[in-house]
């Protein structure tokens, strides 16, 4: 029995967005090199992750359970997004009360009649599983899980053949139909003091005036980001080489 698609109110579906793959082609490969600098932070974040995870155990029961009721009473709803290998995306809104078995079904119930009963997997990389077999992971709400206010989980079906860019999301055709384009994040614009005046080089603006060839603040802004976080990723498989 196929498990009945939600209700098209609540929850969203994106295209795949081509920004990704056009913003690396305007890239020259020397920005994507790491540097001393980029391998140093690197390490400096897995070691702080690493001592995280060593002091948790640490904490006062009392202590924990008063940080999570705070998050859970900050953050009454965990907006959770599934990106599928082909870039399109799921979004949905859920309790933070809620476990990740209710994030499972609603993936689930999403899919195509003949891929529903194919097992998969919702994951954070580099290695977070998040099984509903795993008990450190299935009795947790979605706020103990540190997924509040909002996250981004992949998803990895156990047949390898769905795990591919080239392969579109294997959602039902009535989820696919409502998928639109995702927003892109409108470019701050500066805005001048009140009562500033214009500078003396400012010249009138003229209809012959030739277009404007400079990039726009908001792309070098995106592309500085990714070439930052590119070349963390680098580093990260420089420290850790068996990781893949």
Avoid at 13 to 41: C, E, F, R
Avoid at 71 to 85: A, G, V
Avoid at 93 to 122: H, M, W
């Amino acid at each position: 029995m196929s498990t009945s698609s939600p209700a098209p109110d609540v929850f969203k579906v994106y295209k795949p967005s081509s920004g990704s793959s056009s913003l690396l082609a305007n890239l020259p490969d020397v920005d994507l090199t790491p540097t001393a600098a980029d391998i140093k932070a690197a390490q400096a974040t897995l070691a702080a992750r690493t001592q995280a995870l060593v002091n948790a155990p640490l904490q006062l029961r009392a202590a924990r359970e008063a940080e999570i009721k705070a998050k859970r009473d900050r953050w009454p709803e965990t907006l959770i997004r599934i990106k599928f290998m082909d870039g399109t995306q799921l979004e949905r809104s859920f309790p933070s009360t809620n476990k990740i078995r209710s994030v499972y079904a609603f993936v689930r119930g999403c899919l195509r009649e003949d891929v529903q009963p194919i097992k998969f997997i919702l994951y954070q990389p580099p290695k977070r599983d998040l099984k509903v077999s795993d008990p450190t992971v299935r009795d947790l709400t979605l706020a103990e899980l540190q997924l509040a206010p909002s996250s981004i989980l992949l998803l990895r079906f156990e047949d390898d053949q769905l795990n591919h860019a080239a392969v579109t999301a294997p959602l039902a055709t009535a989820i696919l139909s409502q998928a639109v384009e995702l927003p892109i994040p409108k470019p701050v614009e500066s805005v001048e003091p009140a009562g500033a005046k214009p500078s003396s080089n400012t010249t009138p603006t003229s209809s012959k005036t030739e277009p404007s060839k400079k990039i726009p603040k908001w792309l070098k802004i995106g592309q500085s980001k990714f070439r930052a976080q590119h070349r963390l990723d680098i580093a990260n498989r420089i420290i850790h080489p068996q990781e893949k």
